[in-house]
């Protein structure tokens, strides 16, 4: 079987036609009385496996996963309906190891924010193997599978992949029809209806549509509320042949009220110096901080091309080409509850204050694709190898406008400050009236990246047990950044020639070659098992998340700086059991990221800063039985960050939102038409204070341990109806999900809540 095409094809349903068309054709023929009888031949198909992968759809992968030198999970769309999830951060909860993020002091983080292993992981996001740029909020209507890449990936997709990606897999045509509808209908009033038409236009021809319309508000969050819109359509030629051709886009609107969460007091770990807001009680989860007039619109577009060819049934080359942009434009209310972000004013709570900031971004990220590969299998020297090769040519940008608050002059213009009045503490009023941030014309950055890049990965068959693999890609990035910096009294110094209030261009650049590369051994005492070996590197350079490099001498995006370095090694084993329906992996690895910004003793800048995540993680996906489905996992990890100071001489020793040990699990039994499921989710301390400072004086220094639930009902009415039941969080656990970097605002987890939805088959 060749695991290159995209084509496969079912070798048990092969021979069972084979062995069907053979018995037909001796029972029709007529047969002499003494002819001899061939005994009697019984196939048996192996059951689909639902939560099950056995292979990527990555082309980058020259093996089954069971074979694949490193931690790869897929969670596939079966397992994403019968959990009821809707956007990505809820289906990455599968997984162990990701956390999420909200953002620093006054900003709230937009889109999809989190890290993986120790590190940011939302710039290494990836639809069909090419970056996805943009604030978005991805929902998983669209997606066939998601494919959950763990440890530095610098030879997989290059840049800035310090601790894995996360690789989105559309839904695309098909021979076979696709007919389904969703109505969905949950608590906070959530109104979400999906459709997804496959039909076949000929004999090699095919199209598909995908679209979603949600509507509602968040479970217990005042005047927070979520809408979108988004389709999907595409259509195939040449399906069934050596040549096919895909084109299909993606539409995404959105008009959603940002959250900038609740104030932290009252909760455990809060601290302020005033004794009397030291032991304030908590605020109402409910309360919203932010106006009524906040707002956030994200208008996405996507347009993709793919040829594939087959030149036999061993080689087949592809060409992906891609445009994209998205556009966000948003404005939000942050609370600040630092050293004066609270005040007390009387010994009466109902007079107490929070102060609020306004955050405007009106941002456009566009990117520009030409991939061609080549997958090959061959014989060279006796051993079969399995190569897969590629280009990759790719245009990047983000512009983001510049906008003010405070009172200033700035090129003859003379601006009003923008003054937010301070929400009470305990009973928020959104119709007050908050100041928008003004637009300030000349202070836009503009940054780009273009980047050339080939890549080759072969794997070497030595025996039938032993295999060795080996990948490296070489890029040619260049990075260039245009803006401006308003001129005043404290930085003129900066930029002679310039006076103050005037606007000072500002530029940088920056251009490398990188080449990372991996490697793997790989043992398999038994056909359906593996025990492995690998060893992978990356660079993360200046500018990489946004493209926006600094002028500050020891910014980590300043262009002298070198590229971030990673390094992992992985020691893995991988085993199919209980007739290859359920995957067992367990992976020891340890990861460390060098070359960061830091200072000596002396105060000199340096980059000598280390971070260091050693771990073991344990997966099981598939089923114990045919009517038994299961996917969990378990990850312990301990971070440290090493030789990281900053020049006042404050040490950073841990690594924030990184918690010891994660774990998830879900569950189901089938009861013929009936299903019951379930599964939980634990999640341990979160440093947020991740340096060496006197944690008592320090204000939530971490999130707490938490547990949640789930539960999922449903009923197989007929082939063409299922009602399946969906309830949050059951038990109404009250946990902190995300903390912004300064302490004082929390998001909190989902409270109980449900979703009811119908499907139809049709």
């Known amino acids: 079987m060749s695991y290159i095409r995209r084509r496969q094809h079912n070798p048990v349903r092969i021979a069972a036609l084979v062995a069907a068309t053979l018995s037909f054709s001796a029972n029709a023929a007529a047969e002499p009385e003494n002819a001899e009888q061939l005994p009697e031949v019984n196939?048996?198909?192996t059951p689909d496996v639902p939560f099950k992968a056995n292979t990527s759809a990555s082309t980058k992968f020259t093996k089954p996963l069971i074979d694949t030198t490193q931690t790869v999970q897929v969670i596939k769309k079966e397992v994403l309906r019968e959990q009821g999830v809707i956007s990505l951060t809820d289906a990455l909860r599968n997984t162990p190891g990701i956390t999420m993020q909200l953002g620093e002091n006054g900003n709230t983080s937009a889109g999809d924010t989190f890290s993986m292993r120790g590190f940011a992981t939302q710039n290494s996001l990836f639809v069909d193997g090419i970056r996805d740029l943009g604030a978005v909020t991805r929902d998983v209507y669209n997606l066939e599978q998601i494919e959950v890449v763990k440890g530095p990936a610098g030879a997989d997709i290059?840049?800035?992949?310090?601790?894995?990606?996360?690789?989105?897999?559309?839904?695309?045509?098909?021979?076979?029809?696709?007919?389904?509808?969703?109505?969905?209908?949950?608590?906070?009033?959530?109104k979400r209806a999906t459709i997804d038409l496959g039909e076949k236009l000929g004999d090699t021809v095919a199209v598909r549509l995908n679209a979603i319309g949600f509507d509602g508000n968040v479970d217990k969050r005042d005047q927070v509320d979520n809408q979108n819109f988004s389709i999907a359509p595409s259509i195939a030629f040449g399906l069934g042949t050596p040549t096919r051709l895909y084109l299909y886009s993606q539409h995404v609107r959105q008009d959603n009220t940002p959250d900038g969460g609740i104030p932290t007091i009252g909760m455990k770990g809060f601290y302020n110096a005033s004794a009397t807001l030291n032991s304030g009680r908590k605020v109402d989860r409910e309360n919203f901080y932010g106006s009524d007039n906040d707002y956030e619109k994200v208008n996405a577009d996507m347009f993709t091309a793919k040829f594939e060819h087959d030149l036999n049934d061993k080689t087949t080359i592809r060409n992906i080409s891609r445009y994209g942009k998205t556009n966000m434009d948003r404005v939000a209310t942050g609370i600040n509850t630092g050293t004066s972000g609270l005040t007390a004013s009387s010994a009466d709570p109902a007079t107490w204050t929070v102060n609020r900031s306004r955050q405007r971004i009106d941002r456009d990220d566009e990117i520009l694709v030409n991939q061609t590969s080549l997958n090959t299998m061959f014989d060279l020297g006796g051993f079969k190898n399995t190569l897969t090769g590629g280009l990759e040519f790719m245009y990047e940008s983000q512009k983001s406008k510049g906008f003010g608050t405070t009172a200033q002059t700035v090129n003859g213009v003379t601006y009003t400050a923008i003054i937010n009045p301070a929400a009470n503490l305990y009973n928020p009023n959104s119709?007050?009236?908050?100041?928008?941030?003004?637009?300030?014309?000349?202070?836009?950055?503009?940054?780009?990246?273009?980047?050339?890049?080939?890549?080759?990965?072969?794997?070497?068959d030595l025996t039938d047990q032993w295999q060795v693999n080996a990948g490296l890609r070489y890029e040619r990035y260049n990075t260039k950044t245009d803006g401006g910096t308003i001129v005043t009294s404290t930085n003129q110094a900066q930029f002679p020639g310039y006076a103050v209030g005037s606007i000072a261009p500002t530029k940088g650049s920056n251009a490398d070659n990188l080449l990372s590369w991996k490697a793997g051994l790989l043992y398999k005492p038994a056909p359906n098992g593996s025990i492995y070996t690998s060893y992978a590197t990356s660079y993360t350079?200046?500018?990489?998340?946004?493209?926006?490099?600094?002028?500050t001498a020891n910014n980590q995006n300043n262009g002298a700086m070198d590229p971030q370095k990673t390094d992992n090694i992985e020691l893995g084993t991988k085993w199919d059991i209980l007739n290859n329906q359920l995957n067992l992996t367990a992976a020891v690895f340890s990861t460390e990221n060098s070359k960061q910004a830091s200072f000596d003793d002396q105060g000199q800048a340096v980059q000598n800063g280390r971070t260091r995540v050693n771990g073991i993680e344990l997966m099981a996906v598939g089923q114990l039985t045919r009517a038994w489905q299961l996917s969990a996992?378990?990850?312990?990890?301990?971070?440290?960050?090493?030789?990281?100071?900053?020049?006042t001489g404050v040490v950073t020793n841990g690594v924030r939102w990184t918690p010891e040990t994660s774990a998830t699990v879900w569950s189901q039994y089938s009861f013929g038409d009936f299903t019951?499921?379930?599964?939980?989710?634990?999640?341990?301390?979160?440093?947020?204070l991740v340096t060496n400072v006197d944690p008592s004086t320090q204000n939530m220094p971490e999130i707490p341990s938490y547990w949640a639930a789930d539960a999922m009902a449903s009923y197989k009415v007929n082939k063409q109806l299922n009602l399946r039941l969906n309830v949050y969080n059951i038990f109404d656990k009250e946990y902190i999900e995300t903390?912004?970097?300064?302490?004082?605002?929390?998001?909190l987890g989902q409270p109980r809540s449900a979703l009811l939805t119908a499907e139809f088959m049709f």
Do not use: C, W
């Open 43 to 45: 196939v048996t198909a």
């Open 676 to 688: 019951l499921g379930g599964g939980a989710r634990y999640m341990g301390d979160q440093k947020r």
């Open 431 to 460: 119709n007050d009236l908050l100041g928008i941030p003004y637009a300030i014309p000349g202070t836009n950055t503009d940054g780009r990246t273009v980047t050339a890049a080939m890549y080759a990965f072969n794997t070497v």
């Open 633 to 647: 996992g378990i990850t312990k990890m301990r971070a440290k960050a090493l030789d990281q100071q900053n020049d």
């Open 739 to 747: 903390l912004n970097n300064g302490g004082g605002r929390v998001r």
């Open 541 to 551: 350079p200046p500018g990489s998340a946004n493209f926006a490099l600094s002028a």
């Open 158 to 190: 290059g840049r800035g992949a310090a601790s894995g990606y996360i690789n989105l897999i559309s839904k695309l045509p098909s021979l076979d029809s696709v007919n389904m509808a969703t109505i969905s209908y949950g608590t906070a009033d959530k």
